[in-house]
């Protein structure tokens, strides 16, 4: 497990960069953490690394932005993915057997189908408004 402590939506940027940097297509890379964590700041990063120009913003009301890039980077939000009929519905098993990268927000709601070699990021607040603590386990090393 590794430790980072960022002081700006900006380092959080840094850091997912650092991290796509690393990938291979087949990963999941699962996001736990609250609202306003920098989730979306860190999956922006995650797209500057697998050189995809598209614009990166919270899949909200869309389930899953395709970001392309090489390999393509796929961006779910799993907030109100309740049921195993809600996940099949958003394409996820899918994705993920295409083998691109899958940057998955609020995976506590869908932690039971995460595979086993997942990539776990935690988001934690440190101690000031924007300083964040974040963890990275799974076996890669950035």
Known sequence: MQRFI???AEETTE??????????GGTVVAFFGGLGMGK???????????????????PTF??????????????FDMYRVETWDDLYSSGFFDFYEAGGILAVEWSENIENALP?????????RGEHETQRIITIDGGVQI
């Not at 979306?40 to 919270?58: D, H, I, P, W, Y």
Request: proline share 4%; with cysteine; aromatic share 8%.
């Open 116 to 124: 086993d070699n997942t990539i776990r990021v935690e988001f934690q």
């Open 15 to 24: 850091l997912g960069r650092r991290l796509g940097i690393a990938l291979k």
């Open 62 to 75: 869309a389930i899953v932005n395709d970001y392309g890039g090489n390999p393509p980077l796929y961006h």
């Open 6 to 8: 960022t002081n700006s």
């Open 40 to 58: 979306t700041a860190f999956t922006r990063g995650l797209a500057q690394a697998l050189c995809t120009k598209e614009e990166v913003s919270s």
